[in-house]
């Protein structure tokens, strides 16, 4: 071999290791490529022979430095009252066959399917609450069918499904639902049936279901929901509903129970941007003080929450992060299902939970909001992960199905938006401001239940806003200067540092170092900057910052001013077309917190942009050959977000 071949082999083998690394990094859903790791020393015939016995243990596409995989833990069907008045009738084995590719039916009369491939995991999550009830009473044979409160519940005019919706709210709320709606045995049926759907579509090392429900406790409307997540087959006989509790503290006393019967259970919170200040406020629901033993009850419960889904994300408000410059990315100000402004943005969302729980932990030793970050859709159509700008088809059935009902074209047929657009397209308002978003990461040793349930335990998860970018990140103190470019990174980031979701544990006055590595979706925008976002406790006040920490184009970082430079990446808005030569397939550093004090609390995050697209309403005027609603952003920045590590000082 010649000395250029030579060359040319070491390159492959370096950038095959790197790729491996990443973990799946390029590769579709579901298919692993091997880790990255320095060639070993044939083991002895007694160590092969144990190694041959666990790796026959293990599901295809095992890897021990983890890889990536991406879902949805927020699906409705038709069995949710809610999709099932939007004109849903998609039910649990529909969803699964949608998240593994197939086509399956829209309310408004058109078959979808994903573009980007199928998903890797996937959890139904339709409301507990009523579970099953509408799909009974639109039953002639059903003793619901006749009830006076079911009548007019089930047209197919938009204009009367938003009226029957906010009849069954009203009564949900207010108590008045016929007690034939809470029938345990209707319920039952209906739980049955999505623990079937599950068992039916879990394909171990392929495809992975978890049996799952919403609690959509909302109390004078503010959203308090959470999806409850199962590890395993082995669930309760019935859901904990809102019903029972508005209180999630409840739940979580409930899920205890379950817990110590062998019944393991994680719940997610999502929309705190709905909850109007109220999901991480500073009390009990009852308004008394948090302690020590409230925080560990829901820290035990709740490790993760949404970050981002269709009804807004929940990252930050503008209004708390003035020096932001990207924290008006699709945000939501009204309550849930009602035309109501919310007014208070403390405590509705995660960044500034997150340095309300240094803080805590600070002054009184306790961090009740200690939790990582996934994203979902919260589909009401049935359709997981159906998060695709370009091949987006809304949330809620035949209520917003088509372009004119969601105001992303101009009313009645024009061709050119009025100049009254802000009035005239008040109506659709909600629709409009919903965003395309998101989906769940993690990071497990391979597509099973356990290793998937381990990872969200863990913390050890990512959420994306649609595209399937891949997001690592790791904290230590001894990594290597050269460490971005070996091809055993990640196993020394694991052997010298700790991921995503974990805790830093100082040592002897040292600055940690962070890994930043985020890969960019092939069928997406290419990469334009990473940064961590840092909280922190001075003087008794929690602060934060925002460092960009990789630049895309050799573009070089101000470090006076942490900002990447512009780097000039468009959208050519008459084809959607974004530019295709600006921007990286990958940002990769190693970055030192320069503000960095050894006795500060803090939390660090990875937040990774995109090149500005086409947002979803700007493809539905593209295609309807009119002008993009004028009220609405024409483009965004698709984005990643990593679960925080916490660095943790000595007391």
């Known amino acids: 071999m010649n000395r250029q071949r030579r060359r040319t082999a070491a390159r492959l083998l370096a950038a095959a290791a790197l790729v491996g690394a990443l973990g799946m990094a390029g590769a579709a859903p579901g298919q692993a490529q091997k880790p990255g790791a320095e060639p070993s020393a044939k083991p002895a015939p007694a160590k092969a022979a144990a190694a041959t016995a666990k790796s026959a243990a293990h599901l295809p596409g095992y890897n021990a430095d983890r890889n990536a995989y991406f879902g949805d833990l927020h699906v409705h069907t038709g069995l949710s009252f ?84 906010g009849r069954m709210v009203a009564g949900f709320e207010g108590g008045s639902m016929p007690k034939e709606f809470s029938d345990p045995a209707l319920a039952g ?229 009025p100049a009254d657009t802000p009035d005239s397209a008040h109506a659709f308002a909600p629709y409009q401001a919903w965003g395309a978003s998101g989906l ?34 790791f904290a230590g103190y001894d990594f290597p200067d050269d460490l971005t470019h070996r091809g055993d990174l990640v196993r020394e980031a694991y052997a010298k540092g700790v991921p995503m979701g974990g805790d830093l544990a100082p040592s002897k006055g040292k600055a940690p170092r962070f890994l930043v590595w985020g890969v960019r979706d092939p069928n997406s925008g290419y990469l334009q900057r990473a940064q961590i976002v840092k909280g922190w406790v001075e003087n008794g006040v929690a602060k934060e910052q925002v460092f960009d920490v990789a630049c895309s184009d050799k573009l070089p970082l101000n470090k006076t001013t942490w900002r990447c430079p512009d780097n000039g990446a468009g959208v050519n808005l008459a084809t959607c077309e974004p530019d295709r030569f600006k921007g990286d397939v990958e940002l990769r550093t190693l970055w030192t917190d320069p503000t960095f004090k050894p006795g500060q609390r803090a939390f660090y995050y990875v937040r990774v942009l995109e090149n500005p697209s086409c947002r979803w309403s700007t493809w539905d005027a593209l295609r309807n050959g009119t002008p993009p609603n004028p009220t609405l952003a024409k483009t965004i920045m698709e984005r990643a977000w990593s679960s925080p590590i916490w660095y943790e000082p000595k007391a």
Do not use: C
């Open 189 to 417: 049926r209906a739980w049955t049936e999505i623990q079937q759907a599950a068992a039916r579509h879990n394909e171990p090392g392929r495809f992975t279901t978890f049996v799952a429900y919403e609690y959509t406790s909302a109390p004078d409307g503010r959203n308090l929901h959470r999806n409850v997540i199962f590890r395993t087959a082995k669930v309760p006989e019935l859901p904990y509903t809102a019903v029972v509790s508005n209180n999630p503290e409840n739940l979580w006393k409930t899920m205890d129970a379950w817990r110590a019967k062998g019944v393991d259970v994680l719940a997610i919170p999502h929309n705190s941007n709905g909850s109007d200040g109220l999901m991480f406020e500073a009390t009990k629901r009852d308004g008394t003080p948090m302690d020590k033993a409230y925080a560990e009850l829901r820290m035990r419960n709740e490790p993760l929450a949404e970050i981002t889904q269709i009804k807004g994300t929940s990252e930050v408000h503008p209004s708390l992060a003035p020096n932001d410059e990207w924290a008006d990315f699709e945000i939501m100000e009204r309550y849930i299902g009602r035309n109501k402004p919310v007014t208070k943005f403390h405590g509705g969302y995660v960044r500034e939970a997150l340095k309300d729980g240094i803080l805590m932990r600070e002054t009184k030793g306790f961090n009740p909001f200690k939790f990582g970050f996934i994203g979902s859709s919260d589909t009401h159509n049935a359709a997981p992960g159906s998060v695709e700008e370009r091949n987006y088809f809304s949330k809620v059935g035949r209520s917003d199905g088509l372009p004119a009902q969601r105001g992303s074209v101009p009313p009645g047929g024009a061709k050119t938006w």
């Open 82 to 165: 809610d999709a099932y008045i939007f004109n849903v009738r998609a039910m649990p084995d529909d969803a699964y066959r949608f998240a593994k590719g197939e086509a399956i039916g829209h309310a408004a009369g058109f078959d979808i399917r994903l573009a980007g491939g199928p998903l890797d995991f996937t959890a139904v999550t339709d409301h507990a609450e009523y579970i099953g009830a509408m799909r009974e009473a639109n039953d002639p044979a059903s003793p619901l069918h006749n009830l006076p409160f079911v009548q007019g519940l089930f047209s197919p005019d938009p204009k009367q499904i938003t009226a029957a919706f």
């Open 440 to 473: 769940a990461g993690v990071w497990a040793e391979e597509n099973s239940r356990e290793a998937i349930f381990a990872a969200l335990r863990r913390k050890e998860t990512f959420a994306t806003s649609g595209p399937r970018i891949r997001v690592r990140f």
